[in-house]
């Protein structure tokens, strides 16, 4: 007798979660949980949009007729938010499919968070909002969705880019035109934020660090009472993340210090690594203090601190959740703690650079340094898929490498290091760490940190096509570097 989790599984029914994760889903009928959502008190969802069985037919020269019944089915796969967008009035199809791809198809969001079992979290976590702060939210969205959208193969085209950098600069008024009062505006800016920064990110790189530091200024007051919901951390975190990256090379003060709310939780972004965030903030605060003062006290007081903050990073563990061992695959395992012990390193390296230009005690440098490249590639052949979210551990450690065989496998494992999402980065990362490494090789004595080379100068022939308005945030020309 043919029993009923195999009729289900015949008739390709699998829920989101276990069809992204590529494992068998067990349940006796199409409405109830699965068996492993249930043991791991999931919410079993089955929203994705439905696919033939079978070898998918080519259709070449759609017409258009057929292309906008194909959108509109595909619009009604996903309910209630397909429901939602395909009745909104100010969508064109185009539009409403971006947002559909967005919301509804989990795959789209295989880069911006780190693991794919947090793909049906952050979808959620857009869709929340969408319905009371629409009018706010959607350029921002489209803007993100046209980014994702562009990471799919033959998903790029010379139109998608000026949508994305129309749909930007008009998220960008929407932004500037928000009125701070209480924590639900401030949870509003940072979910607008941080679907702006990522798309800037994305798309074009320049101007990410001032996205960040205006929504972190703006809803600081509410991030430091403690008055935003827990859910908006991760949000929190990413933007903090993206400005730390800047401020570390151009030797700047991040915006916010801030320390975890719920000690023991897996960020989408961060994993394990929140609780060093502080350190960085830190580590980016004593770097503009050695930049721009030169009194010797001043500087071995700094030094003191760097001594203290060495000693914490080197007894510092991860903090998991109860259960992590078991709720989490081996795979998701072995990448979030290879990702924490490079950012572990990463920090002891940079501790290092600050107290030793180039030229002395390279020895302990390049240990760290091959450390870290060797945690991302072991993890990356364990798992078979690159260690998420690592860009700034990656590119800490690739500055300190040597010899040409070393270097050129370096700028080849940057499309895997450096934040998928963002190509236009992994251009500018490659010639970054071509001029760096010229640099050591012909001064002496000095410092990756000092150098003249840093990476907006690849991007501003970029920028100088950009809408000017994109920018103006604090007077910042498009094609203006940081100083």
């Known amino acids: 007798m043919v029993s009923a989790t195999s009729l289900v599984r015949g008739v390709r029914t699998a829920c989101d979660r276990c069809y992204q994760l590529k494992e068998r889903c067990e349940r006796v009928s199409t409405t109830g949980s699965c068996e492993r959502c249930e043991r791991l008190g999931q919410v079993c969802l089955t929203v994705r949009p439905v696919r033939p069985i079978g070898r998918r037919a080519k259709h070449r020269g759609l017409s258009a007729q057929n292309t906008s019944t194909l959108s509109k089915c595909r619009l009604r796969s996903v309910d209630p938010i397909g429901s939602w967008i395909s009745n909104a009035p100010d969508l064109n199809l185009d539009e409403k499919e971006l947002i559909l791809s967005l919301l509804g198809d989990s795959q789209t969001l295989e880069y911006p968070v780190v693991s794919p079992r947090f793909q049906q979290a952050e979808q959620k976590s857009l869709a929340n909002p969408l319905q009371t702060a629409w009018p706010v939210l959607k350029d921002a969205y489209l803007a993100y969705a046209g980014v994702l959208k562009s990471l799919q193969p033959g998903g790029v085209s010379e139109t998608d880019d000026a949508s994305k950098l129309r749909y930007a600069t008009s998220a960008m008024e929407a932004l500037r035109s928000l009125t701070i009062t209480k924590a639900e505006d401030a949870e509003l800016c940072l979910t607008l934020g941080f679907a702006l920064a990522l798309s800037v990110y994305g798309a074009i790189g320049v101007g990410v660090a001032k996205i960040c530091h205006y929504c972190l200024s703006i809803t600081r007051p509410f991030i430091e009472a403690d008055t935003v919901g827990l859910e908006m951390e991760s949000r929190i975190s990413i933007l903090v993340l993206l400005e730390t990256m800047e401020c570390i090379v151009y030797r700047r003060t991040p ?213 000017r308005d994109l920018f103006n945030m604090q007077g910042m020309a498009p094609n203006d570097c940081p100083k």
């Open 255 to 467: 915006t916010l210090r801030i320390e975890p709310r719920a000690p023991g939780i897996v960020d989408r972004h961060l994993g394990l690594c929140l609780s060093l965030l502080p350190c960085y903030y830190d580590l980016c605060s004593i770097s503009h203090s050695l930049a721009n003062h030169t009194s010797t006290t001043h500087t071995e007081l700094l030094h003191r601190q760097l001594e203290e903050i060495q000693a914490h990073v080197e007894k510092w563990q991860p903090s998991h959740p109860e259960g992590f061992l078991r709720e989490f695959s081996t795979s998701e395992v072995v990448q979030l703690l290879a990702q924490a012990r490079v950012y572990r390193l990463a920090a002891l390296l940079m501790i290092h650079r600050l107290r030793h230009p180039f030229g002395r005690k390279d020895g302990q440098a390049d240990i760290w340094s091959r450390e870290v490249m060797m945690e991302l590639e072991l993890a990356q052949r364990i798992s078979d898929h690159p260690v998420r979210f690592v860009a700034l551990p990656f590119i800490i450690a690739a500055v300190e490498i040597r010899g040409k065989t070393e270097r050129e496998k370096v700028l080849l494992n940057v499309n895997d290091y450096v934040d998928q999402l963002t190509p236009v980065v992994q251009k500018a990362t490659k010639t970054f760490l071509g001029r760096v490494w010229n640099e050591r090789d012909v001064l002496v004595n000095c410092s990756w940190l000092d150098s003249i080379h840093k990476p907006c100068v690849v991007l501003d022939s970029i920028g100088a096509m950009l809408p």
